[in-house]
């Protein structure tokens, strides 16, 4: 469930494109009907394709998206007083969220 967070890197295998003078890179999801065409041969008839392809801005060396889920990890522990990962279940207290939506890409056209 990393793919958006990572996509756009030096180290992403999609391809570059460049638009306007700036750089870009094809990003979509494992189950959007792009990949599945790409990798299965097409969608199954019992399946729904998820996602759509977009272009994402290119971004810097993929180390320092890393670090910043890192210290963001850190500072969820710190808030809730879990000194391990392990304890961060025993710290907090989870809710059923029934409505969200991620409009972190719907920004971006192919």
Same mark, same amino acid.
Request: net charge neutral.
């Given at each position: 469930? +990393?793919?958006?967070? +990572?996509?756009?890197?030096?180290?992403? *295998?999609?391809?570059?494109?460049?638009?306007?003078?700036?750089? #870009?890179?094809?990003?979509?999801?494992?189950? $959007?009907? /792009?990949?599945?065409?790409?990798?299965?041969?097409?969608?199954?008839?019992?399946?729904? $394709? @998820?996602?759509?392809?977009? !272009?994402?801005? !290119?971004? @810097?060396?993929?180390?320092?998206?890393?670090? *910043?889920?890192?210290?963001?990890?850190?500072?969820?522990?710190?808030?809730?007083?879990?000194?391990? /990962?392990? @304890?961060? $279940?025993?710290?907090?207290?989870?809710?059923?969220?029934? !409505?969200?939506?991620? *409009? $972190? #890409?719907?920004? #971006?056209?192919?």
């Amino acid at each position: 469930m +990393l793919g958006g967070m +990572l996509s756009g890197h030096d180290e992403s *295998e999609m391809k570059t494109i460049e638009k306007d003078g700036k750089k #870009f890179i094809e990003f979509y999801g494992s189950s $959007s009907a /792009l990949a599945m065409e790409r990798y299965s041969g097409g969608r199954a008839q019992y399946r729904a $394709s @998820e996602g759509k392809p977009v !272009h994402v801005p !290119h971004r @810097e060396p993929v180390q320092e998206t890393v670090e *910043e889920i890192l210290d963001g990890i850190r500072s969820t522990c710190a808030y809730v007083g879990a000194r391990s /990962l392990k @304890e961060l $279940s025993k710290r907090t207290t989870f809710l059923l969220v029934s !409505h969200q939506i991620n *409009e $972190s #890409f719907s920004k #971006f056209e192919v």
